[in-house]
């Protein structure tokens, strides 16, 4: 697995203070993108919490999903959360270590008192002392929050006093785009009431006993949701359910919990997203297929990597997100005068930069910038690269729907039929696409496209 150290330099610690206004939760951030640039520790938020204990609770459980890893636990992990200020909410992010779960906490607009909130993405430093001090947050007395640097520290700061330096594996990058499309293709599947979640919710295991007994599924009935021995339609994946236990932290302050997944293919597991709805905010958890599945091969940014189109519609779509808390891509296609389905293959190719994520509960994409760099992710993508090597060294020979490729010694047959691809690998015989396509599937989409593979690797 490709690593690299990602320096994250905070002013200093994030803490929980009194002041003459109550407590003072000062988040710190680290470099990060505005609309006005690169700033090294931009501001996006002062004022009050409405509801401060849930809040609290909210960003541990992030943090929990920050710090955590649900498989092969014994390797250590911790990324400090991501936070966007998208001009009417702020949203915290988080991606487990073994790149399983994805976490956000979603604080809107009627769960801030102040300021506007600025635009823009930096990471947060959550820390153990300030970890301790929210979990100790035990009544809603009033809660001043300040995301960034106060207005004194904004002109002064002459350096960053604190510095973290974390790995930041290739497959997290990867995680957090294939984490968006995943979502982009979920349906609202149930939604249960404030006492049925909790029923739910307790009931399922805490500890890795099931993480190897495979898909379990669950469908919405009368009572909230049951457990159910086949997928039927209408029915998600619940694909470890020990993972869930970061909502655990909110539980009490749920007023409902909605399910979402994909259609049912085949029986095969999928991902599903899990998002509790709080007084002023949302907590969401979206869970990769399997406990051992990490959401970095799930494939499902192939496609629109493997065109020349993406890329340019993809500078041309960057221009237009502004920051905004919700993206339609039938509003970008008449912006932009791109088809529909153009814009979506653009907002993939964002998504592997990290530039846009997808909310469920809006059914729409939001702009933010994370510190990635889309063409590093793309070099160390083994399938996108295999591909590329393929069609540049003239391996792929076209005849109507059918193509063959060489690779190696071995020849093998894509055949093309109502716009899908098969091939007689190995690959497509193990996952029959549903883990995104292979790389000879890949390769003849790239030559059939004419996209730019000149050297192997663009």
Known sequence: MT?????????????????????????????????????????????????????????????????????????????DPVVTGNGDRLRFESFSGCCGVYARLDVLQEGLNGE???????????????????????????????????????????????????????????GFAEA?????????????????????????????????????WVVASGSGLRPTTRPVPGAVCLPGPERLVALQRVLRHATALRVYGPPVADGAAAASAWEVVLPGMRLTLTLSPDSSRGFSGEGGVLEALATDDAAADAELVSVLLAWEPRIEPASLAEQSGLSTERVRAALTRLGTAGRVGYDL?????????????????????????????????????????????SSGDRRYQVRESDGALTCTCQWWADYRGKRGPCKHALAVTMVRRGATVAGGVR
């Open 3 to 79: 690593r690299s150290v990602q320096a994250l330099a905070y002013a200093r610690p994030s803490a929980l203070e009194s002041s003459q206004v109550g407590a003072v939760l000062g988040l710190e951030t680290a470099g990060g993108l505005t609309p006005r640039g690169a700033e090294a520790h931009p501001r996006f938020f002062a004022g009050f919490l409405s509801a401060p204990r849930i809040a609290a609770r909210g960003l541990l459980a992030v943090a929990d999903v920050a710090a955590a890893r649900y498989y092969q636990r014994a390797l250590p992990a911790s990324l």
């Open 180 to 216: 968006q499309v995943a979502s982009a293709g979920f349906d609202l599947r149930a939604e249960l009431t404030a006492a049925q979640a909790v029923a739910f919710l307790r009931s399922l295991p805490r500890g890795s006993g099931n993480a190897a007994r495979g898909a379990q």
């Open 361 to 405: 509960a809006d059914a729409a994409y939001f702009h933010r910038e994370l510190p990635y760099d889309a063409d590093r992710v793309e070099r160390h993508n083994p399938r996108l690269v295999a591909a590329r090597e393929l069609a540049g060294a003239g391996a792929v020979t076209l005849d109507g729907t059918l193509a063959s490729v």
């Open 116 to 174: 506007r909130t600025g635009h823009g993405t930096t990471n947060v430093d959550v820390n153990n002392p300030l970890r301790d001090a929210l979990s100790r947050i035990t009544a809603d007395d009033p809660l001043h929050l300040r995301v960034g640097p106060d207005e004194l520290a904004v002109t002064t700061l002459d350096g960053p006093v604190v510095e973290k330096k974390v790995p930041l594996p290739d497959r997290w990058l990867r």
